[in-house]
């Protein structure tokens, strides 16, 4: 019995030391291979000096999610704690409901800051915040980055596109990355309430992709003084195909027209049933982000074909119409983004552009440390960024000082 004893003893002290093993080998390889600096492409030397001074963030080391290094499942996290979690904080939302020249309805989410802000209100620096293809104000990183403008002293808006936040459809009009309507529409709504406050945007995903459209489109006529687009697809075709790809078809496309049904196309499918180029049915059976696209998008705002739509949405080609500091945030791992969609080159030779490239943090994901809860990197990086923006807009027009 003692012989016994002592072999399960020795049995258990060597599974605990191959246990140890394991644990310490995969500590050198976090540390030696994952943790680094994101790549910083910049081709603006005095925007790039900007960056370097006022983003301390960027000159160290990135700590992806300890135990959640995949991009994959980054974003499959990501995605789990946005409809989860529930943040504690000391601020509720002001809603108000935007007509739109057509009779649609936007739902604007606002944090004012009247008791932390040293700001008056009319001159109150405000961030719009702009959710991607399904999300709203309730999203986790929304209300992260709210939390973070409130703390900064400034004003927060998040812009609930048509049909989600809680607000109905009451035209069958939904929203499209590449129509800028509305996105003109709620600036202008802003801009007529606090005509004298800087505006900052951020977008994230499909939210990135319409405000990106929004700035080339007005160029500097856009009434903002800074932009951030987080982890946007800079070219549908590339991104339609890997999110087509197994296993990425069943963890993302179908997850994702899934929160679509349930939190815009059911609740509103008696107001889509009026639009005359609309078969309802067809839409609620879509089963991929591309046919979800080809049954409702394209007959909506008037594309030809899917392949129409995606050409038109696509940000290759078009970096030089940013006419305002603008940081791009993406991760080299982004199972909607491929690496090799991301125009790098082209830019590298803008003067307006800033791109934050990191090796690990899939699809709006960016988490760090050891709990998926916290509000992670990318916010770090919107925080001292938006910051910079309004601190230095007080004392210089930004766009013509990084003209070079």
């Not at 989410?109 to 999300?135: F, Y």
């Not at 089963?287 to 008037?302: N, S, W, Y």
């Not at 916290?374 to 770090?380: F, L, P, T, W």
Request: with cysteine.
């Amino acid at each position: 019995m003692a012989d016994l004893d002592s072999t399960l003893y020795i049995s258990d002290l060597n599974q605990a030391w191959v246990a140890l093993g394991i644990g310490l080998v995969y500590v050198i390889y976090y540390i030696t291979f994952v943790v680094k600096k994101p790549l910083i492409i910049c081709g603006n030397p005095r925007l790039r000096d900007f960056i370097d001074t006022n983003l301390p963030v960027l000159n160290e080391d990135y700590w992806p999610l300890f135990w959640c290094l995949n991009g994959k499942f980054q974003t499959l996290l990501k995605g789990v704690t946005n409809k989860t979690v529930r943040i504690s904080v000391n601020w509720t939302y002001r809603r108000d409901v935007l007509v739109t020249p057509d009779g649609g309805e936007i739902c604007l989410d606002w944090v004012d800051n009247d008791k932390k802000s040293l700001h008056l209100r009319d001159e109150r620096p405000t961030v719009i915040i702009v959710p991607g293809l399904s999300g709203s104000s309730g999203e986790v990183y929304a209300i992260h980055m709210v939390e973070l403008v409130q703390k900064l002293g400034y004003r927060s808006v998040v812009f609930n596109n048509r049909g989600l936040g809680g607000c109905r459809l009451k035209t069958p009009r939904t929203f499209c990355p590449k129509n800028t309507e509305d996105f003109r529409t709620v600036v202008q709504h802003i801009r007529k309430d606090y005509p004298n406050a800087p505006l900052f945007a951020l977008g994230a995903s499909a939210g990135g992709l319409n405000l990106f459209h929004y700035l080339a489109d007005y160029g500097k006529d856009c009434q903002l003084n800074g932009a951030m687009i987080v982890s946007v697809l800079y070219e549908m075709f590339a991104s339609t195909k890997n999110l087509e790809t197994f296993p990425n078809v069943l963890l993302f496309n179908q997850t994702l027209i899934r929160d679509l049904h349930y939190d815009m196309l059911l609740p509103n499918q008696d107001i889509l049933r009026t639009h005359k180029n609309l078969d309802v049915n067809s839409i609620l059976q879509a089963r991929t982000v591309r046919q979800f696209h080809t049954r409702l998008i394209v007959p909506t705002f008037g594309y030809k074909d899917w392949k129409q739509y995606y050409r038109d949405c696509n940000l290759t080609g078009l970096m030089h119409k940013i006419k305002i500091p603008t940081l791009f945030m993406n991760a080299a791992d982004d199972p909607f983004t491929p690496l090799s969609s991301i125009p790098i080159e082209e830019m590298r030779k803008e003067e307006n552009v800033i791109l934050v490239l990191t090796s690990h943090g899939g699809h709006c994901g960016f988490m760090e440390g050891v709990l998926p809860t916290q509000s992670g990197y990318m916010c770090k990086v919107f925080s001292q960024y938006v910051n910079a923006i309004f601190k230095n807009d007080e004392q210089n027009n930004l766009a013509n000082e990084f003209e070079r």
